[in-house]
């Protein structure tokens, strides 16, 4: 039988779970876009976006997904030929250096595989070796949402500047912000992008690229800006449809303004940072249970620093195990789970023993736990082996970090 009619859990990540306030807000007749409440209610926004990312820097907002951001930065930057270093720790950090590729920008990545966080003495000694300075930025991903390795961000600012090199520092945040701890400025970080599906709470459709005035200074002759992707006249337009370039996401903008009430001005930045630490911290626990005394299940990152808040890659062999769990927990219990990506290449039968669970966005204990005690029945309806306790160790979690 099924037991999956009721209200389904999306756990992947991204896009993630909204608020049903966030659906609610956007749920209206289509507003004025030449003048009135729309405008007021945008200029409301840009304050609280500052506040998510920890910045006074200017904010550039786009219609377009996370690959969008790539480009929108890009494109701000470079032009054909200028040289960048990309910091690589999964998927994500590989497709963002095959969008820079693809724009005639040479890319310098130093890829750290799939399972294993960026050594910052490599980097250094990258930017040492560029004795003429041609390396014109440091690209990485906060958390590589692939992998769910977090990067370090100011242990790679201390290694460039223990270079001494002048590169800028660009970070996409796009699974991470909203989740994990961010501090752009006080990183000292030049450019950061995030896009509204993740940590966001709000649906796929709107980015937002963060940039210093160095990162200004240094791309005002950038060769590849086009009109659209411009982010000066969206970061500082007189005219409201400048933000835009045309016409703006109006919906998305009301679920926005929800989502940044919840998150900035209700819980509050460092709770939304403690709450998705602590989710982590319980699916980690579940994780270390099974694979206990069974080397088929394990976390894909083994060093508790260096795993994100957001979201965690996970081995469950011998494959098609993950495959077969995840199946089951949608059909029979109403849960998605995501899939592994980028663990194994597509069409390898090894694809199918890794998998991720997310917990980014709308998230609470209680939805943690269920997804974890619906993965425990779904390994032993399939006679998954697995250790013992793990739902024991994640009510464990819950109950030490909720307190009394
Ligand atoms: C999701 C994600 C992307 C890609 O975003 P899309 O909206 O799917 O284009 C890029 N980088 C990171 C780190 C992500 O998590």
């Known amino acids: 039988m099924t037991l999956a009619q009721g209200r389904p859990y999306l756990a992947i990540p991204g896009p993630s779970v909204m608020p049903d306030r966030v659906l609610q807000a956007m749920h209206r007749a289509a507003p004025n876009i030449y003048a009135g409440a729309l405008h007021d209610m945008v200029a409301s926004l840009w304050p609280d976006l500052r506040v998510v990312a920890g910045t006074t820097a200017n904010v550039a907002a786009y219609i377009g997904n996370g690959h969008a951001l790539w480009e929108a930065v890009n494109s701000n930057l470079f ?30 990545c130093l890829d750290f595989g799939r399972s294993t966080p960026a050594d910052m003495g490599r980097v250094e000694a990258a930017l040492r070796a560029d004795r003429a300075h041609e390396i014109r930025a440091v690209l990485t991903t906060h958390v590589d949402t692939a992998s769910s390795i977090r990067t370090d961000i100011p242990a790679l600012r201390a290694a460039m500047d223990a270079a001494g090199h002048p590169a800028l520092l660009a970070v996409d945040c796009i699974a991470s912000l909203g989740c994990d701890e961010y501090r752009m400025d006080d990183w000292g970080v030049d ?82 940072w403690a709450r998705h630490a ?15 005394g069974n080397a088929e299940i394990a976390l894909n990152v083994a060093d508790p620093a260096f795993r994100s808040h957001a979201v ?93």
């Open 79 to 108: 032009s054909r030929g200028d040289k960048v270093l990309l910091v690589a720790t999964g998927a994500f950090g590989l497709g963002w250096t095959a969008s820079l590729l693809a724009m005639g920008v040479q890319v310098e």
């Open 191 to 272: 450019v950061t992008i995030a896009a509204s599906q993740k940590g966001l709470m709000v649906p796929p459709g709107m980015g937002f690229v963060w940039f210093s005035e160095k990162a200004r200074a240094a791309g005002r002759n950038a060769g590849l800006r086009t009109p659209y992707w411009d982010w000066t006249p969206r970061a500082d337009g007189a005219e409201f449809w400048q933000l835009w370039h045309g016409t703006a996401p109006t919906h998305h903008l009301y679920g926005l303004r929800e989502a940044l009430t919840m998150l900035v001005h209700e819980e509050g930045m460092p709770a939304v």
């Open 278 to 292: 602590a989710l982590a911290r319980t699916v980690w626990a579940a994780f270390d249970s099974w694979g206990a």
């Open 312 to 404: 965690t890659a996970a081995r469950i062999g011998p494959a098609p195990n993950a495959t077969r769990l995840r199946d089951w927990c949608e059909t029979r219990a109403g849960l998605t789970l995501g899939i592994g990506l980028g663990m194994a290449p597509p069409g390898d039968p090894a694809y199918h023993g890794f998998l991720r669970v997310a917990h980014m966005g709308h998230v609470s204990a209680h939805m943690t736990l269920g997804v974890l005690a619906t993965m425990e029945a779904a390994m032993l309806a399939l006679d998954i082996p697995h250790g013992p306790g793990a739902l024991a160790a994640a009510a464990g979690v819950v109950a030490r970090a909720a307190g009394a």
